[in-house]
């Protein structure tokens, strides 16, 4: 039996890895998160002797089990996380860590409680993400352009049920309207990734500093308009992309029904994306703001696909993806209209650059490619 790696059970890219791991002669056992504890993880050591352990996501509870057994604990953050799930439980021993992250937010906030934390990009798995080409197949989904993600509709209902037990509807009311009104000014500004960026709670208006919170509430507060703020930005921009003078079609949740004429239900993230990414003339991202300096999954997985991506530029992006050679960009809501209808007229330049974007992702972003960065880490360190 090869060396032993312990691994938290994750529904994304863990199955990936995991293979990736076996084929490269290790050996695995799988945890449950919700269902470990200090015994059943000193059970598991005990019973399989292992290397160190894996998860995908940063997680303080289990960095603590690694320390009380002297286990190193390496972790690949992929989600945003706030700061409360990246907090150190004392007790933890800060150099068995190593951590990869595709934020730099993340990577800077577990270096700052010295981790050796690194930054790793998101990566598609080609594996899984291949062009599809049959007529028949690709019909019942094409459209000039589309979004599938989610409307964050919720966001919005959460913050507006956080303020009314703390204010009433007035409150929660002019939370909204402050919100619109935010992002008028600085919405458009690349600069702009959430609240974070512009001072946090000092940036929010004297209606919301007067309620009464403890620092942990704050935090709270600035996630939960952080989100609604990236639910209007999004919303805003999937509203324009339906106004095009083409075909247009959104797949998520159905909180899309009433804000996209064009809404066609949700779509499994299995083949069905593949064929919304192969049969739509341009997929167009529209980031969560918070993550407007990361290059998130949706962009990897159209790319392997062989798909057409139009992106809101950022230096994230650029820093890994040319212009016109692997994607294409644009600038802002207000240009939108007008660079889709450049790139709708323009098919073999279109498929030219899908060629080109996927060739890129399978030279350097698929995930055996972020796998044999975090061996190379770990062994470099001798574990």
Known sequence: MGKCILFIEYHLFMPDVRKLLADGGYALVGLQSKDLNMER????????????????????EIAYLCSTRGLPYISWTIDPLPNKRLALIDGTKPASCLAFAHDMQTVHHLAGQGIHASHLLLAAPANRRSPIAETARLMPYRCDVSFVGSSMI??????????????????SAAALDWAHRLL???????????????GGIEALPDFLKDV?????????????????????????????MGRFNGSS???????????????????????????????????????????????????????ASGGFVLAERSAALEAVFEEN???????????????????????????????????????KHQIKHRVETILGSVQGRGW
């Not at 993880?41 to 290397?51: E, G, I, L, S, Y």
């Not at 993230?269 to 290059?295: F, K, M, W």
């Not at 600038?331 to 007229?345: C, E, F, G, K």
């Open 325 to 363: 050679r692997h994607l294409a960009y644009y600038d802002s809501h207000d240009a939108l209209n007008d660079v889709l209808t450049r790139w709708m007229n323009a098919p073999l330049e279109r498929e030219a650059i899908s060629k080109a974007g996927r060739q890129e992702v399978l030279e």
């Open 154 to 171: 919720d966001e919005m209902s959460t913050l507006d049920q956080w303020l009314v037990a703390r204010g009433g509807d007035a409150r």
């Open 249 to 303: 079609a959104v797949w998520g949740d159905p909180g899309w029904t009433d804000l996209h004429l064009h809404y066609r239900g949700g779509a499994d993230h299995g083949e069905e994306l593949t064929l919304i990414y192969c049969a739509s003339g341009i997929n167009l991202d529209v980031p969560r703001l918070y993550q407007r300096q990361t290059i998130t999954m949706r962009i990897f997985d159209i790319l």
């Open 212 to 240: 009464r919170m403890n620092e942990a509430e704050q935090d709270e507060l600035i996630s939960l308009l952080d989100g609604v703020l990236s639910a209007l930005y999004r919303q805003r921009g999937v509203g324009i």
């Open 41 to 60: 993880f000193n059970a598991a050591c005990d019973a399989n002797h292992p290397q160190w352990l894996f998860s995908i996501n940063f997680s303080p």
């Open 184 to 198: 008028q000014l600085v919405g458009s500004e690349p600069a702009f990734c959430g609240l974070h960026t512009i």
